[in-house]
């Protein structure tokens, strides 16, 4: 069973659409994050829940909306797609954030935009 | 901020050479230190990780350990493999926050 998955591996669309990455974690954790990986493997935060509830909130374009319909998922949604979202967007997923634990990361969803 | 500095790479190597990749660190709280790796085309994994000062976190033949005095927790393998070729991330997290991750050092081990 994978700990931590994430749908779809691959996105190619337009300029302009939008799209969803869904995640799913089946360790019981409290914790969720998207983290996004450029071309040259730098990973930054944009989004943290803690038990459903957003806890942070990096600066990220209002495009982006994540969404934590139960502890287990996060999702996030894409509006309005531009050339420089086309990353890595990684998942993952830890005990409690008021443990400072290790992360459990997703296999990623690598998304071009055309 | 809470950030973390680690060399830059890329970095290649012959097979059984001695691996070390730099790591510092600085932060607001007493942080944990982990190191990650990242074979291509997959997600992270933990590979050792240290929650206090004089820690040793090892695995696979890899060690760093958790130097407060000196803000630092040094990646170091005594002999690398072909299949170690990796990026390699630094990492530290402090309690009520998320992880911050150092830019990723590239590790290319040739036969």
């Known amino acids: 069973d994978t700990a931590v998955s994430q749908t779809p591996k691959y996105l190619v669309t337009q300029m302009g659409n939008d799209k969803s990455i869904k995640c799913e974690q089946n360790?019981?954790?409290?914790?969720m994050y998207w983290y996004k990986q450029d071309s040259k493997k730098f990973l930054k935060i944009m989004f943290s829940?803690?038990?459903?509830?957003?806890?942070i909130n990096e600066t990220v374009p209002n495009r982006f909306s994540p969404k934590s319909p139960d502890k287990a998922h996060l999702n996030l949604h894409i509006n309005s797609l531009e050339l420089g979202d086309s990353a890595v967007y990684f998942c993952?997923?830890?005990?409690?954030?008021?443990?400072?634990?290790?992360?459990?990361f997703g296999e990623g969803s690598r998304l071009t935009v055309l | 901020g809470d950030s973390v500095t680690q060399m830059e790479g890329p970095v290649t190597l012959s097979e059984e050479a001695f691996l070390t990749i730099n790591c510092t660190y600085t932060?607001?709280?007493?942080?944990?230190l982990f190191w990650y790796v990242q074979y291509p085309g997959e997600g992270l994994q933990l590979l050792l990780k240290?929650?206090?000062?004089?820690d040793k976190g090892s695995n696979k033949g890899f060690e760093a350990t958790y130097r407060k005095e000196t803000t630092s927790f040094h990646l170091e393998k005594g002999s690398v493999q072909v299949s170690d070729s990796a990026v390699y991330f630094c990492?530290?997290?402090?309690?009520?926050?998320?992880?911050?991750f150092g830019a990723g050092t590239r590790l290319t081990v040739k036969p």
């Open positions: 990492a530290l997290r402090v309690i009520n926050n998320d992880m911050r």
């Open positions: 932060a607001t709280g007493y942080p944990s």
């Open positions: 360790l019981g954790h409290d914790t």
């Open positions: 829940y803690n038990n459903k509830e957003l806890i």
């Open positions: 240290a929650t206090k000062a004089d």
């Open positions: 993952a997923s830890s005990s409690n954030i008021q443990v400072a634990g290790e992360l459990f």
